[in-house]
């Protein structure tokens, strides 16, 4: 599967969905200051080998907002929230403090937390960063390719 990333010129980013032997599935992803949130997803759940939306979405379910809880993919987002906050205040806060931030925000959402160490939190940093630094060198209407594999 392949998520195509372009950089638009208002309010909103787009993902189109391309998988084999299936129509294209394109999402609107409004603009956060940081890169979409879906690209946020695919760096937690390619580097970590977790499932969460695109890993959903990989399995054949519509790329919609409309997705029914998961215990897997409900602990995923909460993670991919943590990661997102971390973005907003500059990619730097504490692995210590982001995986407080993550049972906190587990359990404020009666979520089952993932097993995450320290060291997932600096991988998956690592590839948000190159993701950000690719991302940030797009000019609007352009687009960034990542492959998806399960």
Known sequence: ??????????KHDRMD???????????DCPKQGII??????????????RRGFIGRVLEGEAASFQMQGDAQSDGVERLVEVF??????????????????????????ECAPLSVRAED???????LLELTERWQSLAAGASLTLAFEP
């Open 1 to 10: 599967m392949e998520l195509v990333f372009t950089k638009g010129t208002g």
């Open 17 to 27: 969905v391309i998988r084999h032997g299936a129509p294209v599935e394109s999402i």
């Open 36 to 49: 979409p949130h879906d690209m946020v997803h695919y760096a937690v759940e390619s580097t970590l080998h």
């Open 84 to 109: 997102q906050a971390d973005g907003w205040s500059g990619w730097n806060s504490s692995p210590a403090d982001m995986l407080d931030l993550y049972l906190v925000t587990c359990r404020a959402r």
């Open 121 to 127: 939190i600096e991988a998956v940093r690592g590839r």
